[in-house]
């Protein structure tokens, strides 16, 4: 089992750039994941953003998102991030990061194991 924790979400003006971060505080080993970050906006269902092998060797990224966002990690600090660039306002969700043991570009939000809290992400126009 791992506990994931998220942070660095907030409000930011549309064309602006945030990052969020996602820590690992126990359990298993960080590196032995494959993370992915989703987000839920209101009254809609939660949808893939992103996915990073458990090494990062790959990454792969929802379509919608024409290369705006980047997802990276440090093992060594087992941490997980999501850069987003030209944010607009229907970015606007809450975004969780999640881990799993199924192939490193699973989209499906079922096939991952542990989930985190979410941190909200709201974007002005």
């Known amino acids: 089992q791992v506990q994931l924790v998220e942070s660095g979400g907030g409000l930011v003006q549309a064309g602006g750039s945030l990052r969020v971060s996602c820590a690992a505080t126990s359990g298993r080993t960080f590196s032995d994941y494959n993370m992915g970050w989703f987000r839920q906006a209101p009254g809609k269902e939660r949808e893939f953003v992103a996915a990073i092998h458990y090494r990062g060797y790959a990454t792969y990224y929802a379509a919608f998102l024409a290369g705006r966002f980047a997802i990276s990690r440090d093992n060594a600090k087992n941490t997980v991030y999501l850069q987003m660039n030209s944010l607009q306002p229907e970015d606007t969700a809450v975004y969780y990061c999640?881990?799993?043991?199924?192939?490193?570009?699973?989209?499906?939000?079922?096939?991952?194991?542990?989930w985190g809290q979410g941190t909200q992400v709201t974007v002005s126009s």
């Open positions: 999640a881990a799993s043991t199924a192939p490193w570009y699973e989209v499906l939000p079922g096939r991952y194991d542990y």
